[in-house]
């Protein structure tokens, strides 16, 4: 979906870093463990190695990874990163998220409404900047301050051209240390192919995060530039033949947001008071959407990214529970947390220093359990319309226009002038808006809201006045002309005027809420986020007196680098291989979903090397967002594709174990395989062998 609004969880240098064990960590490109990479492999990268892992890697702005891989700016990333442009452009009787795309030839190549493509530039420390913005300050006016600098930081950076930059200060060491992330925009991103949904996620949820597997999880866009395809001097060049086990492997890509270094009082609260019954929430979700793809294929066509989405959060959630009840972490973690407060607590310089930051954290998180279901519900928009375009463009339109007469420095982060192309962009998309999904959407969120917050609740009342929730999200949906790009734009255009003078019913239902949203979202950010921040950074420097800084950061969805090697695993008393091939994804067809192949794939089996290796596994340190991550040799040579984790890996986001934890990936040598033989595309095999088009 264009956006899901559930959850917020949300010159280099060459460093001597030590202090991860074994493969562990996601490594900032301007401080790599050279010493560590060295010992293990033999390998040092020189500065010529990392400027062409910053430029040919690239972000999809919406959450996933991708690469440069040839000179006319090719990217290759996964299909299920694809899934919103594959739904968006599905007309009437297409669809190619299930069906698959080829553009035979460059004019076939079609436009992705809402895809932004962003290739880092450069990172600068902007610590000193921020802290002295911030220092001594607490609540709102810390709130206050730090967007001020920041705000500031960005603009400067972007210098008047946000189409072309995007500048983002990004947290890293739980505030111990902020850098300034510059990247190039593209937002003229083209489908070159996709293959059927069936060999792409073949498996289907009993495979997903299990190995072995047989998906040929890929998609290839093209960045554009005037209308042309981008010229990128820096790409990974394709290895067709891939790994060989024990080969080390470099994965590249922006891992989400992990919480290793959180303290466990922090875990505790988010485990008891967040995921859990967030769980819950999604689980009714799934059966409704179960339900309603059940009555046609076009409403099955209509839920699919949404299912698709909500069936591997819900499997992530349940790997993160396990972690966070097991009895040997969360005495680790303890063990931890209770070190370094007594190492403060035996110096009174250092309790002068830092205080009691776990006490302030312990008041932060008690105060967030009692603000989180109305917070939740109202200002993070899950009690109006989960997975819905039509009142995420309401909410950007009415909540974007407040912003928008602010000064720059006093508004949310994604309406600074720096942010806002990708704002246009999205409201400008032209993408297909489908009435009996929104209302069923809408009337299912806005009765999962009623039900939290109870049928007497004074909010509650306001805004369903006297109508249910299903005559509410029909008089809503029915009546608004927000599917249409051009009245979205001109109410953008028209700023606050336009919005207040507005008689579009689901804008007119957005301006009645939003007063109340923007209330409990600044006692959210006073009450709980600012005095949590101050917390955290206070540990993280802590941390950094008594260790040095010599680890890498939490995962913060920025590039990073993991190294590690292709390497299978002992699971009970057996070993798993590090390689599967086309021959047994024939074998483990039944013909049936979710085994069963594509019709292209039954056809060319007998021109098909039934040898090829077809995914494989290393034990590089990986989690969300590193989908679409490529995996490179020591040469810089593309030879894999990330796409998933085993199900060892899912608690990678509070800790990682080496012995098990995997990542999963397509070989480069099934890419080249299948591109030539199964979808006989010439043009784009060439272009991945040769590096051009």
């Avoid at 870093?17 to 040092?44: C, N, S």
């Avoid at 057996?574 to 069963?596: I, L």
Wanted: hydrophobic content about 40%; aromatic content about 10%; glycine content about 8%.
């Amino acid at each position: 979906m264009k956006r899901w609004l559930l959850v917020g969880f949300s010159g280099l240098l060459l460093g001597a870093a030590g202090g991860a064990m074994a493969d562990e960590g996601m490594w900032t490109l301007d401080h790599l463990p050279v010493k560590q990479m060295q010992q293990r492999y033999g390998f040092t990268p020189t500065p010529q190695w990392i400027d062409l892992v910053q430029h040919a890697a690239v972000r999809l702005a919406e959450g996933c990874s991708g690469s440069f891989v040839s000179a006319d700016g090719l990217v290759m990333t996964n299909h299920h990163c694809a899934n919103a442009c594959l739904s968006q452009l599905s007309g009437s009787g297409h669809n190619y998220m299930a069906d698959g795309y080829t553009a035979m030839k460059q004019q076939d190549e079609p436009k992705c409404p809402d895809v932004e493509l962003n290739q880092l530039e450069s990172i600068t420390d902007v610590t000193t900047q921020v802290n002295a913005a911030t220092n001594g300050k607490s609540g709102a006016e810390r709130i206050k301050a730090e967007r001020a600098v920041n705000s500031k930081i960005e603009e400067q950076c972007v210098a008047g051209d946000a189409k072309t930059w995007r500048c983002d200060v990004i947290s890293l060491y739980q505030g111990g240390r902020y850098a300034l992330y510059k990247y190039r925009r593209y937002q003229d991103v083209r489908l070159v192919f996709a293959p059927e949904q069936s060999i792409a996620f073949f498996g289907g949820d009993p495979d997903n995060f299990n190995f072995p597997r047989y998906d040929l999880d890929v998609t290839f866009f093209r960045a554009y530039v005037d209308g042309k395809p981008a010229k990128t001097s820096q790409f990974f060049k394709f290895d067709t033949h891939g790994p060989k086990a024990g080969e080390p492997t470099f994965v590249v890509g922006n891992p989400g947001s992990t919480q290793r270094q959180t303290p466990w009082l922090q875990l505790s609260a988010m485990r008891d008071d967040m995921l859990i019954p967030v769980y819950g929430y999604l689980s009714d979700l799934r059966g409704v959407l179960w339900q309603y793809s059940r009555a046609s294929a076009q409403q099955a066509k209509e839920a699919q990214d949404m299912q698709f989405g909500i069936e591997n959060t819900l499997k992530v959630f349940k790997g993160w529970l396990e972690t966070l009840t097991n009895e040997r972490f969360i005495a680790q973690k303890q063990k931890d947390d209770a070190a370094l407060r007594d190492w403060i607590a035996a110096d009174p310089a250092r309790r002068a220093k830092y205080g009691d930051p776990w006490a302030d954290l312990a008041k932060a998180q008690q105060r967030g359990k009692e603000l989180q279901d109305r917070y939740s519900m109202i200002a993070g928009g899950r009690g109006f319309g989960v997975g819905t375009e039509l009142f995420a463009d309401a909410m950007t339109l009415v909540r974007g226009a407040a912003q928008r007469a602010k000064p720059d420095a006093e508004r949310l982060p994604q309406f600074r002038n720096a942010n806002l192309p990708a704002v246009e962009q999205s409201l400008e998309a032209k993408v297909p808006v489908y009435p009996e999904y929104e209302r069923t959407m809408m009337a299912w969120s806005m009765e999962k809201m009623r039900q939290i917050l109870g049928a007497d609740d004074a909010f509650v009342h306001q805004a369903l006045g006297k109508q249910s929730p299903d005559e509410l999200a029909k008089t809503l949906v029915d009546g608004t002309k927000l599917a249409d790009p051009a009245v979205r734009k001109q109410l953008w255009d028209g700023g606050e005027k336009a919005i207040e003078a507005s008689t579009d019913p689901m804008i007119a239902f957005v301006r009645g809420i939003e007063p109340t949203a923007t209330k409990l979202r600044k006692q959210f950010e006073d009450e709980v986020q600012a005095p949590t921040t101050k917390a955290d950074e206070a540990i993280a420097q802590a941390r950094f007196a008594r260790e040095g800084t010599s680890n890498y950061p939490d995962a913060t969805f920025t590039l990073r680098l993991s190294y590690g090697k292709v390497a299978g695993w002992k699971e009970g008393d057996h070993e798993v291989p590090p390689f599967t091939d086309f021959a047994g994804a024939y074998k483990r067809a039944t013909g049936a979903d979710p085994f069963k192949l594509p019709d292209s794939w039954i056809k060319a089996k007998d021109s098909l090397a039934l040898a090829t290796p077809f995914d494989f596994v290393t034990d590089n340190d990986i989690i969300g967002g590193n989908s679409g991550s490529p995996v490179i040799d020591r040469d810089g040579h593309a030879v894999g594709l990330i796409f998933d984790g085993n199900i060892h890996s899912i608690g990678g986001d509070f800790t990682y174990d080496g012995s098990n934890n995997r990542a999963v990936a397509v070989d480069t040598a099934a890419l080249m395989e299948a591109v030539r033989k199964v979808y006989r595309l010439p043009r784009l095999a060439d272009e991945l062998a040769n590096g051009h088009l």
